[in-house]
């Protein structure tokens, strides 16, 4: 399979995870072809548009055959790069922390916790599932020694700041960040993610008020 | 203040949360005003963005003033609804569920959260702040007596398709959406705002994917 090497943009690569689970959900029904109209019709999309996101990665599709839905699975797993082991801490053991934890496939996107941290005196030493809660203060032997290469940050916006600069110095530089510390504005070298649960819930709100005033002008106009 | 009733792109909507954080943070660190160019800086956003996305709501700033810091965030924040009061459930009070619960400022967001729901016996009953969760028998009953407006589902994907049914019947047209069911495709009456975790974890792979790809390729070409 040709695999193109130029950079794929950040909105097509937004959009394969969501094809990556559709594909993973007809897997498991046994589903073995699907055209890009019968993709699209399931997932709202049209199926140009499939055609061309899958198209930036060199196609997967034969005309007239539609798409192999295993091997096209596999494909965006590798490009997303599922199968690469990656060693994760995770800091922040409070609620978030933990229904993250309980919450998340994470072995079978290739990240393997290995330390969980918190500062709090009466968290560490807690043991959850095989690992047991270190203190922060461990934080620099502990990458000296293991080579964590993702932290996945369950802390404060104020917590955050300080932690970065550390974490990055013991060489983490790739980040899932659920603090409102703009990771990537202080430090370029690194790749984040950030899950920004209050700026959703506002964008709700927004969206609530929005649909209320068309409604609203709705009635207005049919008085 | 002149407010333009033109729609409002999604993406502008999308930046106004953290417009209204900093602006907050700065309100707390008693600053009064601020120019477009330390604003752009302490985002990391360009001065003529931040210009050009302010417009779209009439404009706040008055040249070689700068923005008034409290006016601009008691507008952003009338604009994305904050002060509007919204009667809300949430469904689904595992882990993640009471994350979420222990975590959001709410009220700050005029959300109000009136009802707890899960089908689990052994979560039924057990009180949770001021409330009482519900069975997940009770959604209809209890949205023809409270009317409320919008949903959150912490529940799995098979779940979240039958609950949505049933809620929209019974009048909720809003949902915080941690499922991976494709509540829009499916309601498009609805609005609705997705919080992916799933997805997230996989972009950041993809990019911790790319950076070592780019690390190893500058390191051939160095040879």
Partial sequence: MFMSNKPVSISVVR???RYYRFLGELLNHSVQRISSRELSQRMGLTASQIRQDLNCFGGFG???YGYNVEALHREIGNILGM???KKTILIGVGNLGRAILSHMAFEEKGIEIIGLF???ETLVGERIDKL???HTDRLEDFCRENHPKVAILCVPKYTAQDLVV????AGVNAYWNFSHYDIA???PGTVVENVHLGDSLMTLCYKVKEMDERAASGEEARE
């Fill in 15 to 17: 959009r394969l995870p």
């Fill in 62 to 64: 034969q005309q007239g």
């Fill in 83 to 85: 199968h690469q082991h």
């Fill in 118 to 120: 918190d500062r709090s």
């Fill in 132 to 134: 047991t809660i270190q």
């Fill in 166 to 169: 550390r974490l990055y110095q």
């Fill in 185 to 187: 504005v202080h430090h």
